[in-house]
């Protein structure tokens, strides 16, 4: 049967809820430099040159933690990629299985979950198009 990039994507999607990994996202920079140019403003006109200082410092700190490493469902990223990163992922997918005889998307699950072997390689290849392609780290479990 075909595969495409739709089944590809739930394939791997199921298999990344199972093993409930997580890549890393970061916030962008600019949101955390607007913290702190706006703790500055807002500390000069409230306290003058001592506020301006402490204001900076504290909008930093907010910054900082906005900008800070927060963890998102693999499957989730997986669903939101384009369609030109799904039909690459795709291909990626169909070279793993082979000629593995299934009926749907969810007899192919089935059988992927009942293969350690199968398992093991679309992890590897889920893991080593996260880190390289989307250029983040993985986690898996809690």
Known sequence: MYLTEEDAVSLLCSLSEAKKMKAAV??????AMGFASTGA?????????PGLA????????????VWSTKFKPV????????PAEKKKLC??????????????????????????ALQEQLLKLLESYITKELRTTVQCGD
């Open 75 to 82: 499957s989730q990223i997986l669903k939101e990629l384009p």
């Open 91 to 116: 291909s990626h997918v169909v070279a793993k299985i082979g000629s593995l005889q299934w009926t749907d998307v969810e007899h192919l699950t089935k059988l992927v979950m009942e293969s350690e």
């Open 26 to 31: 970061k916030y962008r920079k600019r949101r």
């Open 41 to 49: 403003l807002l500390g000069s006109l409230v306290g003058g040159p």
């Open 54 to 65: 402490v204001g900076s410092v504290l909008g930093g700190l907010a910054g900082a933690l």
